[in-house]
């Protein structure tokens, strides 16, 4: 699933970024060589990224 448009960031490579250390989407974005653009993810990456945090 994409979780963002703007960078087309999928949420398997959102999800691994998370399992390497990164736990904010700033964080998540940097890792991944991008920036939140428009920001209509953010609070959908959040939501991912809270889920693989309480599952790790």
Do not use: W
């Not at 398997?12 to 653009?37: F, M, N």
Request: aromatic share 6%; hydrophobic share 40%.
């Amino acid at each position: 699933m994409v979780v963002c448009v703007c960078n087309a960031i999928k949420e398997k490579d959102l999800r691994a970024a998370v399992r390497d250390g990164y736990d904010k989407p700033s964080k998540v974005y940097a890792q991944l060589g991008r920036k939140p653009k428009c920001g209509q993810c953010l609070s959908f990456a959040r939501t991912i990224i809270e889920s693989e945090v309480a599952t790790a």
